[in-house]
């Protein structure tokens, strides 16, 4: 799985009022810690800063005002043992203010430890041992996987910084003769694409090439998200578009 490196930077900026936090850019997320809410929200969303974009767009396409949201840096990626503590440190600092706490994480390489704090503390985590399980669907991933177990995923997020997550830091943008050895492996790249659009088609394709993978593109929209959330108190808008917003 993709990890996000520690050269990896992304400036956040938000509003002043430190309460309801927006990013004014909502491709922030490597390191910025953010909240956002559309109203009065009873139930608050733990998630990893990679998911911001897509989440917060579900949430406004189906007007989830009771939702709010709280993310965490997407660069804990890199130190997956420091991700669980994190985690239960969110739950910790908002149990009093909200009726219920629901977790946008994948198991993201903690090894169980994620769940076992989750069970602890009561709160419900979507299914999927990271994002492309649930993006794509569980059975779906299965089957992709069985497919082809040599498979790099790539989400809109991914896609967006491939450069920065992946050529640079890796270090292949100085040490290209290490190509082959962290790909060599690999037989296909799979674009799992929450809202395309020409520009992250493009980049698409120019990580096809630099990698040297054959590209597949499977559109997943944000029914993934969509469908843990609507559980949890809010039905899905069946003509919500997929969005486009960059």
């Excluded at 949201?69 to 910790?92: F, Q």
């Excluded at 009726?99 to 090894?111: A, F, H, K, Q």
Aim: negative net charge; hydrophobic residues 40%; charged residues 30%.
């Amino acid at each position: 799985m993709t990890t996000i490196p520690h050269e990896a930077r992304e400036e956040a900026q938000f509003s002043a009022d430190r309460t309801a936090i927006v990013p004014t850019d909502p491709d922030a997320g490597l390191e910025a810690d953010s909240s956002s809410s559309l109203g009065e929200a009873d139930t608050l969303v733990i998630a990893c800063g990679a998911l911001a974009k897509e989440l917060l767009a579900a949430i406004r396409l189906n007007r989830w005002s009771h939702l709010a949201v709280t993310c965490l840096p997407a660069i804990l990626h890199n130190r997956p043992e420091r991700i669980t503590e994190a985690v239960r440190g969110k739950i910790r600092a908002n149990r009093s203010r909200y009726r219920r706490i629901l977790c946008l994480y994948g198991d993201c390489g903690t090894g169980g430890q994620l769940d076992e704090m989750l069970a602890e503390e009561g709160v419900e985590r979507i299914e999927g041992a990271h994002c492309y399980a649930f993006y794509a669907g569980l059975e779906t991933f299965e089957e992709m996987m069985e497919e082809e177990i040599g498979t790099f995923f790539l989400t809109d997020y991914l896609v967006r910084f491939f450069d920065r997550l992946v050529m640079e830091g890796l270090g292949l943008d100085r040490h290209p003769e290490l190509l082959g050895d962290y790909f060599g492996n690999y037989r296909r790249l799979v674009w799992l694409a929450q809202s395309p659009d020409p520009d992250l088609e493009r980049k698409a394709e120019a990580a096809s090439k630099r990698l040297g993978l054959p590209l597949e593109r499977r559109e997943t929209g944000l029914r993934g998200i969509e469908v843990f959330l609507a559980r949890q108190g809010g039905p899905v808008s069946p003509d919500a578009p997929v969005p486009n917003a960059r």
